[in-house]
């Protein structure tokens, strides 16, 4: 189970810090991320980090967004900064195990002008 948390409302140029935390270990998971989903739009990947550390970036967050893993305390953070109005969105996270792909709960985000 995946549990997200740190959404919130922040102005335009503000940060927050996102936490996904597992109900179990997240050693032996090989891929976790970050999607979105704004109003009206498609759920958007934005960020992903594997087990060993590397990490990938949709191009709308590069040098904005950080993606990192404490496996010690099974959470997965996502770290956003410079944030801008069209980051308002539910944020999601999710990992893939074996073959499935697993969900947190969204978190909402919300970033004034």
């Known amino acids: 189970q995946l549990q997200a948390f740190g959404g919130g409302l922040v102005q335009a140029g503000g940060s927050l810090r996102l936490s996904c935390v597992s109900s179990?270990?997240?050693?032996?998971?090989?891929?976790m991320g970050w999607y979105r989903q704004a109003p009206g739009k498609q759920r958007e990947l934005l960020a992903s980090?594997?087990?060993?550390?590397?990490?990938y970036y949709v191009d709308s967050v590069k040098g904005r967004f950080t993606i990192s893993r404490d496996n010690a305390k099974n959470t997965v953070y996502l770290q956003m900064n410079s944030l801008k109005p069209e980051d308002t969105a539910v944020y999601y996270c999710y990992a893939d195990l074996a073959a499935s792909r697993y969900w947190g709960h969204g978190t909402q985000v919300t970033v004034s002008s």
């Open positions: 179990g270990s997240i050693f032996s998971i090989k891929v």
């Open positions: 980090i594997t087990d060993g550390g590397r990490a």
